[in-house]
């Protein structure tokens, strides 16, 4: 697996506009999630400039994972569309929490993983230690999470502390909810 | 910044607080290709139960079904997820490892089986 980092700008125009297919692919194809779409990609308001991503890639190149790091300082998908995930507790808004949301590692190349399942693999697992890591790089003690509560199983299985921010709610038939998760700081 | 992302509770709080079943799903069938080889596979799912009143407690945790002489009968596996610390006494250092065990306890003791299972029925049943 190779792992990318780096915004919009520090990655390849082309990797971007495959992160673009591949989250659209995941998100609104496979998941049936109602998002914002642009030229068969999936972005939103919360993909800035400034946003911060992590991408594994296979051995010929195609993006088998993804994920999206925002600063609880500036807006991000938990604090402007799902507060209510907080249980009535206030959205952070630090810039040692950050936000990881758009996670997935599907690998739709693999004969053995199933496309349904968005936290499938060692990928899976991989992609979540190195985001994290990565967040930590920038300063991050603590990350929020807006997730299906899949994402638990996953964050149990790489050996990470979480906790949940209050309880799922259904939102499009799926149950998501806010999960944080303790970061480890480097060194 | 908080250092306690969660909601502390004595095990007799917890004992006195009513469940109520949110959501109950099978696990997608993930056990390989047909050309793989054969697999003996559990049916396998989650459930997910809120506590009444407040604090608002959220729990939830995976379990498999297996046949029994007596029908189906689903079994907790692993550790439960929630947004709890959960300690014997009011004044007990906060140990996750500890609350863990604890909330295993107040699962295994209630009667969480017979209301997923219908919520089971119901949903895939049509």
């Known amino acids: 697996m190779n792992k990318n980092a780096g915004t919009s700008s520090t990655l390849s125009k082309e990797l971007f506009n495959q992160v673009g297919r591949y989250r659209h692919k995941v998100f609104v194809e496979t998941l049936g999630w109602e998002l914002t779409t642009r030229n068969g990609e999936e972005l939103d308001q919360f993909d800035r400039p400034d946003t911060l991503y992590v991408v594994s890639q296979d051995d010929k190149g195609n993006v088998n994972g993804c994920a999206r790091l925002l600063p609880t300082s500036q807006p991000y998908l938990l604090g402007e569309v799902f507060p209510e995930l907080m249980n009535g507790a206030p959205v952070p808004c630090s810039d040692d929490i950050w936000e990881l949301s758009r996670f997935a590692a599907v690998d739709f190349n693999s004969r053995t993983t199933s496309a349904l399942s968005q936290f499938s693999s060692e990928v899976a697992v991989k992609l979540l230690q190195d985001s994290i890591a990565f967040a930590a790089e920038q300063g991050a003690k603590r990350l929020i999470t807006v997730s299906p509560i899949g994402i638990e199983r996953l964050l149990r299985r790489a050996g990470f502390h979480a906790h949940r921010a209050g309880p799922p709610m259904i939102i499009g038939g799926h149950p998501i909810f806010a999960c944080w998760i303790e970061v480890r700081q480097p060194g | ?126």
């Open chain 2, 1 to 126: 910044m908080s250092d306690k992302p969660y909601v502390r509770m004595t095990f007799d709080a917890m004992q006195r607080r009513a469940l109520r079943h949110l959501v109950s799903a099978l696990d997608e069938d993930d056990t390989g290709h047909p050309g793989d080889g054969a697999f003996a596979s559990a049916i396998t799912g989650y459930t997910e139960w809120v506590g009444e009143g407040e604090p608002v407690l959220t729990m939830g945790w995976d379990w498999e079904m297996r046949a029994g002489s007596d029908g189906v009968a689903l079994r907790r596996v692993g550790d439960p997820r929630s947004n709890l610390c959960v300690v014997m006494r009011p004044g007990a250092a906060d140990d996750i490892a500890d609350s863990s065990t604890l909330l295993k306890i107040l699962i295994d003791r209630s009667n969480w089986q017979e209301e997923t299972l219908r919520y089971l029925q119901r949903r895939y049943d049509g």
